[in-house]
């Protein structure tokens, strides 16, 4: 009887023996998941299907929610309210295909056309700079590109195929992006009309003592993501804007696209910045030393215009993210999903941030095994 009491005392009424059994439990049913992958494989292709146009919709929410809402505050009623914002896009939109896309068309057909000369200057002032400097030996040049061309002509057989398969792709990411952007305003205008009911209907599904801690994590969900989504989106409109101004004023050519593409590539934290300058860089270099050192100075007002006004005001502190954690959450999660993983990536790591939090200061309550000090002071 002692044995056995000791036994159930030390072992079956243990807390930590009862946590070590839940991780157990928890590892054999993810194990299990991974050997009926096959079962899930439909799901998957239907989220493919069905999840860009609603992260398009999602976005375009948060941005032109606050909008919509200004307009309600001041006495329209909400469809109208939506109504008007969705003709101001479209005019916008009209606005821009007539007065900015020509130039910028013009400019990438002349980038596509000009490209091979620009990239021959570009090999030839690495080589003036190489025999300059003596980085490389020309010997190793020569090899380099006897390598490369021995390299393609191996892979001629297999060039058919490759050219057969890469079309079937563009094809279906083309019908994918027509669907998207087809799709996503009619979702835009249910999430803008009846966004506010979404949340309730969820919580109601969970038991009744849960239905607040539910409300408080969803609205904190919301206003992190949505901060982050404003925040990031007018940075890079302003980044592109700034960019084409400064390179439209100092003569650099093909000005408006590269602006246009900076504004993107600013959307990844930390390193959108610096693929933004290797195209400029490449363009400046081959056109003369002043313009590749105008290119640099450009950057560096970008930069202090942005770092040191636009993203404390746009964007502050919202995440509430180390700099190391952010690089961490980029590198995992663009190696997992590619260029979405690290777009979508930090708001993604946000959300499962308070989940884990909310969950953590949940079992902090009910496991017992961090109790408050009883003088009210820290005890190791």
């Known amino acids: 009887m002692d044995r056995k009491s000791w036994f159930y005392r030390r072992f079956l009424n243990s807390k930590f023996t009862t946590v070590c059994l839940n991780a157990v439990l928890v590892l054999l049913a993810i194990w299990i998941f991974t050997q009926i992958a096959w079962v899930f494989k439909p799901v998957g292709a239907f989220v493919g299907i069905v999840a860009p146009p609603f992260i398009l919709a999602g976005v375009l929410f948060y941005l032109l929610n606050p909008l919509v809402n200004f307009l309600q505050k001041h006495g329209v009623k909400r469809v109208l309210a939506i109504a008007l914002v969705f003709i101001v896009v479209l005019g916008l939109l009209v606005l821009a295909v007539v007065k900015v896309v020509p130039p910028i068309e013009q400019q990438f057909n002349n980038i596509v056309k000009y490209y091979p000369q620009y990239w021959q200057s570009f090999t030839d002032w690495l080589t003036h700079l190489n025999e300059n400097q003596s980085f490389i030996s020309q010997a190793d040049l020569d090899r380099f590109g006897k390598e490369f061309m021995a390299s393609l002509n191996s892979k001629k057989g297999s060039l058919l195929s490759g050219t057969v398969s890469g079309l ?134 970008e930069w202090l215009i942005e770092t040191q006004l636009i993203s404390p005001l746009v964007m502050g502190s919202k995440l509430e993210m180390h700099p190391l954690t952010i690089v961490i959450v980029l590198l995992t999660a663009g190696n997992l999903f590619g260029l979405v993983g690290v777009i979508l990536g930090i708001p993604g790591f946000a959300v499962i941030k308070i989940i884990v939090t909310r969950l953590f200061h949940w079992y902090q309550q009910v496991s017992g095994l961090y109790p408050e000090p009883s003088d009210g002071k820290d005890q190791l």
């Not at 027509?178 to 009309?193: Q, Y």
């Not at 993501?225 to 084409?244: C, D, E, K, N, P």
Request: proline content about 5%; overall charge positive.
């Open 168 to 301: 079937q792709s563009f094809f279906g990411i083309v019908g994918n992006v027509m669907i998207t952007v087809s799709t996503a305003p009619i979702i835009l205008f249910f999430l803008l009309k009846d966004g506010d009911h979404f949340a309730p209907l969820l919580v109601n599904l969970f038991p009744t003592r849960l239905r607040q801690s539910m409300t408080d994590t969803l609205h904190e969900m919301n206003v992190k993501v949505g901060s982050y989504v404003q925040g990031q989106l007018t940075v890079a409109m302003a980044v592109a804007i700034i960019f084409m101004v400064g390179f439209s004023v100092i003569g650099l050519k093909f000005a408006l696209v590269l602006g246009l593409i900076a504004g993107p590539l600013n959307l990844i934290p930390y390193f959108g910045s610096a693929l933004a300058m290797i195209p400029a860089l490449i363009v400046g270099a081959t056109t003369s030393p002043k313009m590749l050192i105008a290119v640099i100075i450009t950057f560096f007002v």
